[in-house]
């Protein structure tokens, strides 16, 4: 069963239709949408300061969200995929966003709808993502604009992840 604690009196809120894995952990002021997956050993860690999850989002193996004390929630959007071993934290994700494996998004970063951060790039504090492009690197830099096929890949792959979902909900 997964870990869902309460932190101070306040404990997590999770959507409708959600798969959150055995080995997950959720505390504190978390809320997740409806739809949403949080895969095995990810840890969404809402101690410190709020975060919200909005609804079809899936973390990945490995995630951690977190947030900074006294200064930033963490605020990601609708339709998000956030990829393995990535680290969201402090920060504002719009709606659909790929995150990709590996990547670390910091403090007070805003990461507009419609974009693409590759794997293992870093998002720097402060940083503004425009909508509509692909980021990599270190630091992350816009590399080029999102494809007619990268834009429909951030519509379908919410849709996958509650598809794989159901393979362990309705068993």
């Given amino acids: 069963m997964a870990t ?3 932190v101070k009196g306040i404990s997590p809120t999770i ?8 080995n997950a952990t959720i505390v504190g002021e978390a809320v997740i949408g ?3 997956s949080v895969w095995f050993n990810a840890v969404v860690r809402a ?3 709020y975060i919200r999850i909005g609804n079809y989002t899936n973390i990945q193996d490995g995630v951690v969200i977190h947030c900074t004390y006294q200064k930033n929630g963490t605020d990601i959007g ?3 995929n956030v990829g393995h071993n990535a680290i969201v934290h402090g920060c504002v994700v719009h709606d659909y966003v790929l995150i990709g494996m590996g990547a670390i998004v910091m403090d007070r970063a805003v990461v507009e709808s419609n974009v693409i951060i590759a794997a293992g790039a ?3 504090e402060d940083a503004h993502l425009e909508s509509g492009f692909l980021y990599a690197g270190i630091p992350a830099k816009k590399i080029k ?6 834009l429909a890949l951030l519509k379908q792959l919410p849709h996958n992840y509650v598809h794989y979902s159901s393979w362990f909900t309705n068993s």
């Fill in 4 to 6: 869902i604690l309460s």
């Fill in 15 to 22: 959507g409708s239709s959600c798969f959150i894995a055995e």
């Fill in 34 to 36: 409806d739809h949403c």
């Fill in 47 to 49: 101690d410190v300061n």
């Fill in 78 to 80: 609708n339709y998000v």
């Fill in 122 to 124: 870093v998002v720097l």
């Fill in 145 to 150: 604009p999102l494809t007619a096929e990268q």
